[in-house]
C-alpha cells in the first residue's frame, strides 16, 4: 500500500487561538511515537493565528484509522472541537 500524506487545516474562534494551539500541540509529541507515523507537523498561519495546519505521513491509511481512535486524539479533539469554525481534510497519495 503507499504511503498516505495528509494536510488538514483548521480554523478555531479568535477568541480559543490560546486553548487550541496549546492542547494541539500536546497531540504532537505521542502522536510521532505511534506505529506507522512517519512525519506528523503541526504549523499556525503567521497571518491568521486562528488557522492551524497538520501536515502528516502515514505508512497507510490503517495506520492513520487507528490514531484517529488513540486517547490522546480524542482527547485533544474532545477539547478543541467546539472551538472549530472550519475545518478542512486533503488525503494525497505520495507518487516519488
Known sequence: MSK???VARLKVKPES?????????KLVAPTRQEEGCLEYNLHQDNDTPEV???YENWESAAHLDKHKESDHYRHCFGTVGSLIVERSLQK???LE
Do not use: P, W
Open 4 to 6: 498516505l500524506s495528509i
Open 92 to 94: 494525497l497519495t505520495c
Open 52 to 54: 492551524f495546519v497538520f
Open 17 to 25: 487561538v490560546e486553548l487550541a494551539k496549546s492542547e494541539l500541540v
